[in-house]
């Protein structure tokens, strides 16, 4: 079993992707030091050089080796520490598969999906997994949305199971210090804006 010795994560407190991977750590109890990026200024040169394909955060830095996105990056540390806490993957090859689809899917399309959990309280089961972590790091920024445009997003009239699942997913253990909370996002985007 891997140690948790010589674990970053270049990130930023205000990124879902570095959310997500954040979710993924504190899952399996790994200890990392978390170097906060800010990303959307001046890129630093550690960056640069830890990803110098994408020049994008997060990478995670395991033993002084880089690792980029964050969906890779959730799976490594799934196999990594696979030792520690629950299997963030299904262990079922099949329903394994089918959690990266739809990963991969809400990544390349951004839709909200709402059937997709079987009745379960999470998409990984009874408890958090990959499919959770690749939705729920975007509650922060869907709450910012629906403040800036005066929409419900997650309607509990329209998609009960959905909005049940992100509320969950937001008072789990894992997601509780890590998604960022709406007024802090808006705060950042009135920021990022002044500066421009």
């Given amino acids: ?16 992707f570095s959310n997500r991977v954040q979710l993924a750590l504190k899952l399996k109890s790994v200890e990392y030091e978390f170097v906060e990026e800010v990303f959307y200024v001046n890129k630093s040169e550690r960056l640069l050089n830890a990803n110098p394909v994408y020049q994008k ?58 059937n997709i959990a079987k009745g379960k309280r999470f998409f990984g089961g009874e408890d958090v997994g990959y499919l959770d972590f690749a939705l729920g790091c975007f509650l922060g920024w869907v709450k910012a949305t629906e403040i800036i445009g005066g929409v419900k997003l997650l309607d509990e009239s329209r998609t009960p199971g959905l909005a049940g699942w992100a509320e969950r997913f937001r008072s789990h253990d894992v997601a ?21």
């Fill in 1 to 16: 079993m891997a140690t948790s010795a010589g674990v970053q994560l270049l990130g930023s407190w205000c990124s879902a």
């Fill in 57 to 114: 955060i997060p990478v995670l830095i395991h033993d002084e080796k880089p690792l980029c996105e964050s969906l890779v990056i959730i799976e490594y540390i799934d196999e990594v520490w696979n030792g520690n806490g629950p299997s963030i993957l299904p262990s079922d090859p099949y329903e394994r598969a089918i959690a990266r689809f739809w990963a991969g899917y809400m990544d390349n399309k951004t839709r909200l999906l709402s």
């Fill in 176 to 196: 509780k210090d890590i998604i960022p909370e709406a007024p802090k996002l808006l705060e950042l985007i009135g920021y990022v804006q002044e500066a421009q």
